[in-house]
């Protein structure tokens, strides 16, 4: 059997149609309907019963379909293993969840870039599970991801923490403390980053083990806007302690909770990809 006719096979199983899938594949109705009958005479079975409904898998369509899937995505792995080889100690992918660049220390990087000239960096952000799942199905190769990993198959070390803060603005009951628990915030409209930051999620989730949801007033991409609705009066903001040159603190008193979930950056890679040099270089560093 050709890999390839394997492939239309697949796709003619899950559009349900010749010409459905024709069109994603780019060849011609009566193209692929050749090379489905060529497999069915290769194979001696039926694959689809033909109606004017569209096609449906038989058993024996059902059982190729189920093993051959299986087997295309090892081969597609197989396909991109082999070109990480041919790239392997020439060029580093990197990910970075949705807040690690505002701490990241660039100057590493710049400093393993000097001393591996050869080795191309490149790099994008993304939502921390989005890091993750590209690492693991190696689209990435080292990922800096927030909070903790719990996922089979990769390795992470923890290279930055730090906690999180309320944000209280000045005449605020609050304003004088020293220190905050996430249970005195029941009451209160809140600030925060959105859903696709992990301090979100795991300050609701703290706020849950507390026993109540959050009264979150706004959510935002951008931390200064948390200040500056705080500053408004708006609300209690949420936050880590990572902007100290960028925003000015007048009216508001950062004040530590001290029960919130910390703020944990680790670094990340496929634990069969540990020691290959360039990824290990990298670790190294940090």
Not at 41 to 69: D, I, K, M, W
Not at 160 to 172: K, R, S, W
Not at 174 to 194: A, H, I
């Amino acid at each position: 059997m050709d890999t390839k006719d394997i492939r239309y096979f697949c796709r003619v199983y899950e559009e349900g149609g010749i010409n459905q899938a024709a069109k994603q594949l780019f060849i011609s109705a009566q193209g692929l309907s050749r090379i489905i009958s060529k497999l069915e005479a290769e194979l001696g079975a039926v694959l689809f019963e033909r109606s004017a409904r569209g096609l449906r898998p038989t058993a024996s369509g059902v059982y190729l379909y189920e093993n051959c899937r299986e087997l295309l995505d090892k081969l597609e792995d197989i396909e991109v293993g082999i070109r990480r080889v041919e790239r392997m100690d020439r060029e580093l992918q990197l990910g970075f969840s949705c807040g690690v660049l505002n701490v990241f220390p660039f100057h590493r990087l710049e400093q393993f870039q000097a001393e591996h000239p050869h080795i191309q960096i490149q790099w994008e952000e993304a939502e921390n599970e989005g890091v993750m799942n590209k690492i693991f199905q190696r689209g990435l190769d080292v990922g800096f991801v927030i909070g903790s990993i719990g996922r089979d198959g990769l390795y992470a070390k923890e290279v930055y923490q730090i906690g999180m803060d309320a944000l209280v603005y000045e005449g605020h009951p609050l304003y004088d403390k020293q220190q905050l628990s996430v249970g005195d915030l029941r009451e209160e409209p809140l600030l925060t980053l959105n859903e696709k930051f992990y301090c979100y999620h795991s300050f609701v989730g703290r706020c849950k083990d507390f026993g109540f949801l959050p009264q979150i007033r706004m959510k935002t991409m951008e931390s200064q806007l948390i200040y500056r609705f705080c500053r408004e009066k708006m609300g209690i903001g949420i936050d880590v302690n990572i902007h100290k040159n960028e925003i000015k603190m007048d009216g508001i008193h950062r004040i530590m909770l001290r029960d919130a979930v910390p703020w944990r950056i680790s670094v990340v890679c496929r634990k069969d990809r540990r020691e290959e040099r360039a990824i290990k270089k990298l670790l190294e560093l940090f």
